[in-house]
């Protein structure tokens, strides 16, 4: 079992810029990859981006492709997400999420554990 909490989200004015970080207790943080996943008011949840194992290879949703910049620390068992060039759209509770198996995903059900999420608002 792995617990995962999210922090960094707030207000921020579109073309602006947050960080969000998820730390990740209960089992080495290593052997899992890490997703990031968003749910806006009244949508469903989807995918934002997604880190493998060593952090070398990653994957991202076209919406936050050249703006979002996914990483990870294994070392301190903790995922980042860089969003810069923010907009009104990324407006979403951003949730973490851990998966055991093998191979990269990038949908919803692949994931085993979920944090909490953190609300980010984007204003115009």
């Known amino acids: 079992q792995v617990q995962l909490v999210e922090s960094g989200g707030g207000l921020v004015q579109a073309g602006g810029s947050l960080r969000l970080s998820c730390v990740t207790s209960?089992?080495?943080?290593?052997?899992?990859?890490m997703g990031w996943f968003r749910q806006a008011p009244g949508k469903e949840r989807e995918f934002v981006a997604v880190i493998s194992r060593s952090g070398d290879t990653t994957y991202y949703a076209d919406s936050v492709k050249g703006r979002f910049t996914g990483s990870r620390d294994n070392a301190k068992n903790t995922m980042y997400l860089q969003m810069n060039s923010l907009k009104p759209e990324d407006t979403a509770v951003y949730y973490c999420?851990?998966?055991?198996?093998?191979?990269?995903?990038?949908?919803?059900?692949?994931?085993?554990?979920w944090g909490q999420g953190t609300q980010v608002t984007v204003y115009s």
């Open positions: 999420a851990a998966r055991e198996g093998g191979s990269i995903k990038t949908t919803i059900r692949d994931y085993d554990y």
């Open positions: 209960g089992r080495t943080f290593g052997p899992y990859i």
